[in-house]
């Protein structure tokens, strides 16, 4: 007998909006960051927690509902790691 686990749910693109999770949307925080003078020797990994907790503060129901049906927080944060980079990059670009 084997046990299975089950995978953790992907977020639809409709989930990712609810919750704040675009490229518009984190590019927006990290720029409030800089504004602030918070950015400044973050790590990628402090910046991209920095952000998603800016996103859960802003609409806690929409992440708390997507805990409820199994999606993996942990694989958010680290989605929004690996976006961090190029929100980064684009920033430098366009300002």
């Known amino acids: 007998m084997t046990s299975e686990v089950a995978a953790p749910a992907k977020l639809t693109r409709k989930q990712r909006r609810a919750m704040g999770i675009t490229i518009k949307n984190m590019r927006l925080k990290v720029r409030e960051l800089k504004e602030a003078g918070e950015l400044e020797g973050l790590t990628n ?19 708390a509902s997507a805990e409820e049906v199994g999606i993996d927080m942990d694989g958010i944060l680290a989605f929004i790691e690996r976006l961090m980079p190029l929100i980064l990059m684009l920033m430098q670009l366009f300002g």
Do not use: H, R
Not at 45 to 63: C, D, H, I, T, Y
């Open 45 to 63: 990994e402090e910046l991209s927690a920095e952000v998603m907790g800016q996103l859960l503060s802003e609409n806690p129901k929409a992440f």
